[in-house]
């Protein structure tokens, strides 16, 4: 039986790659924290697909990364709505995960097509 060793520096950089990867798409938001802080976006965002005005995009379901994301992107000013600046402008990273998680464990009738 013919045996195989593995180097050490193969072992570690299999043990960091798993690590990498799994905490790659996890996200630290706490949902029950972030329906606490957001009553502010409720106003205007609302819960699934009820939303006050034309302008304003249901935002429930929406991809919690992208959600960062947009705040953050709010929150520097690379992404401008007078509103929204003003909004985020006051989160910190972690309110900002927090509400990303409430909206994104709601149900909603967002989609993405397959073809």
């Avoid at 043990?15 to 502010?40: C, N, P, Q, R």
């Avoid at 304003?56 to 509103?83: C, F, H, W």
């Amino acid at each position: 039986m013919k045996q195989t060793t593995t180097s050490p520096k193969y072992r570690i950089f299999a043990i960091l790659l798993a690590v990498l990867l799994s905490s790659a798409t996890s996200f630290a938001g706490d949902i029950e924290a972030g329906k606490a802080k957001a009553v502010t976006c409720l106003t205007c965002h609302g819960v699934g697909d009820t939303v006050l005005g034309v302008a304003t995009p249901i935002i429930s379901g929406q991809y919690e990364d992208y959600l960062i994301q947009a705040m953050k992107s709010y929150r520097s000013g690379s992404r401008n709505n007078p509103v929204m600046n003003s909004f985020v402008n006051s989160l910190s990273d972690k309110d900002i995960e927090d509400i990303a998680a409430f909206y994104s464990s709601m149900d909603s009738k967002l989609f993405t097509p397959t073809e």
